[in-house]
């Protein structure tokens, strides 16, 4: 059941706070040697990070695999149970939802609307333009295609105004474009920007199109550009900072501005704050929507280069959980960030092992899906933090 009493929520939310220790370790939580996967008595003892999130109006996600979801009970139980909107992880993709030219497959997605609709979440859905995970009769690469750039034009127009419409009226957020910018600010040189450029236009004017041809397509929902390192003041956020309001100048439905969110230890935390409130000036909404916190984890001793979910030092952890905590708070300080995404349920099914060598530990679960520290920080910082609550 969905509690939609503030009061009620404030109450339940004290007293289960007041009942468990502040920062649970994973250990505590865990208890014994073998985990009980099946049992998940703290989780279902304490006021989930929803419930939780419901005093600002905040909505807190996950992306999901649908690999998991519906087959692994307890993966599905604290998506259920936890989140107030999912994204999907890479159902929606144009590579997922159209394998062969001109025939579509949207059994997952559709398994994930369907579920969210139950689940009382929003869904964010993701994503529509990005140079990778394109289908392989398109581009192998990203940059080069067999097609003609007018061609790619039209292809993009039929699979922006397909896919939007495939699930109209029942998405709360499109990143309509991903990624669009290189880390120096200059626009990165995919398939459709080179085509673009080849039919005499702006490299960049197949945003403006795409975020038009999606508006036609459900008007309700509101479209994002969505990208990484956007957290840093630097050459790609302020290009980035640029280009969205050349978009609204010249009236592209731009509603909102993503910021993936994937922090490493080893850089440093980001001028989150501040980034998420110049592009709220600009009257955008803005939102978090791939957080996660990597750091070095040990290697596997059983397993010869393989890793384990455990960061290499207790002061690595430290870091992590006072990422987790900042990047919260600094959505929370912002009444136009809407929604807080973590980029996966726990560190067995997150992307970050695979491609960034020796890291990991990167999400709030652990490998066997139990709740780590971060896990009772994120609620610790949304009972404790007075935010302004948004609509
Ligand atoms: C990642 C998924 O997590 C992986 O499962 C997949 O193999 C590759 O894509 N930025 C994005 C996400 O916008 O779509 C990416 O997701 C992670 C980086």
Not at 61 to 87: C, E, H, K, P, W
Request: charged share 15%; with cysteine.
């Amino acid at each position: 059941m969905r509690i939609r009493q503030p009061l009620l929520v404030a109450a339940l939310a004290a007293a289960a706070l007041a009942a468990t220790p502040a920062v649970a370790t994973a250990s505590d939580v865990r208890g014994t040697d073998a985990p009980d996967r099946s049992a998940h008595s703290v989780l279902s003892t304490q006021p989930s990070l929803r419930i939780l999130a419901q005093r600002s109006g905040l909505k807190v996600g996950t992306a999901v695999n649908m690999d998991l979801y519906g087959s692994d009970a307890a993966y599905t139980r604290i998506v259920d149970q936890q989140f107030s909107t999912v994204t999907p992880e890479n159902v929606m993709k144009w590579q997922l939802v159209e394998p062969t030219q001109g025939t579509y497959d949207w059994a997952a997605a559709d398994r994930l609307v369907a579920a969210a609709r139950d689940n009382q979440q929003l869904v964010r859905g993701h994503t529509l333009v990005w140079h990778s995970q394109l289908p392989s009769w398109l581009s192998t690469d990203g940059t080069t295609t067999t097609f003609t750039p007018q061609q790619v034009r039209d292809l993009l127009h039929k699979h922006v105004v397909d896919e939007v419409s495939h699930f109209r009226g029942q998405i709360w957020q499109w990143d309509v474009v991903n990624e669009a910018f290189n880390d120096d600010g200059t626009p990165r040189q995919d398939i459709f920007y080179k085509a673009y450029q080849a039919l005499g236009m702006n490299g960049l004017d197949y945003i403006a199109d795409a975020f038009r041809w999606a508006h036609q397509a459900d008007p309700h929902a509101l479209l994002f550009y969505n990208d990484y390192n956007l957290e840093f003041t630097g050459a790609k956020s302020n290009a980035v900072y640029a280009f969205v309001q050349q978009l609204q100048a010249a009236g592209v439905p731009i509603a909102g501005v993503g910021f993936q969110g994937h922090l490493d230890t080893q850089y440093g935390f980001p001028d989150l704050q501040n980034n998420l409130q110049r592009f709220a000036a600009l009257g955008l909404k803005v939102a978090l929507t791939e957080v996660d916190v990597r750091t070095f984890v040990q290697p596997d001793p059983a397993k010869p280069g393989s890793y384990t979910d455990v960061p290499l030092t207790p002061a690595l952890q430290a870091t992590q959980e006072s990422y987790w905590k900042q990047t919260l708070q600094a959505c929370l300080a912002v009444r136009s960030c809407i929604s807080y995404t973590v980029w996966g349920v726990a560190d067995s099914n997150s992307w970050i092992p695979g491609v960034f060598a020796g890291e990991g530990a990167a999400l709030l679960f652990d490998d066997n899906l139990q709740p780590k520290p971060q896990y009772q920080d994120l609620r610790q910082v949304l009972w404790t933090t007075r935010a302004p609550h948004r609509g």
